[in-house]
């Protein structure tokens, strides 16, 4: 996994359309409701602990987070049982699903290849951030990287 960089210095703007996106029949009169936003205002709570890094591997695949995809981490969170974070693990970054219950801690993985990490003894395992958000591009001419 790449190292992680501040998300962003500079505010990053685009178009908001005030009605929800249905996935059924669609609207007329909804085609010119637009005001422009700050994508920073929607991603980042904690600016100065929001970071960015692109997952690397498919070990994430069920959870939606697949190779490539830009990862919104915020270090001023909590981490939380359930919650998707950025962990290091004997110096490695790692993404995985925190698993902390009855004083036991794993990290879990969302698909069945791989294996999830246990801490042995001894084993350096710290939580790095909270995955907040998964930007991955949809389109057939993917965005650039």
């Not at 505010?11 to 929800?20: D, G, L």
């Not at 709570?45 to 915020?74: C, K, N, W």
């Not at 999830?116 to 003894?121: L, Q």
Request: proline fraction near 7%.
């Amino acid at each position: 996994m790449e190292p992680p960089v501040l998300f962003s210095s500079r505010p990053a703007v685009c178009r908001h359309v005030e009605a929800p996106a249905r996935c059924g029949f669609p609207s007329p009169a909804e085609d010119h409701a637009q005001k422009r936003i700050d994508l920073d205002t929607v991603l980042i709570r904690h600016p100065e602990a929001t970071f960015y890094m692109r997952a690397r591997g498919e070990s994430m695949r069920d959870a939606g987070i697949g190779d490539g995809d830009a990862l919104v981490v915020d270090r001023a969170l909590e981490a939380l049982h359930g919650d998707i974070v950025v962990a290091v693990v004997d110096g490695d970054f790692t993404v995985k699903t925190l698993y902390r219950r009855d004083g036991r801690v794993r990290l879990c993985a969302a698909n069945p290849a791989f294996a999830d990490i246990v801490p042995r003894h001894g084993q350096e395992l710290a939580i790095w951030g909270v995955v907040t958000w998964v930007l991955k591009p949809v389109c057939r001419h993917r965005a650039s990287r």
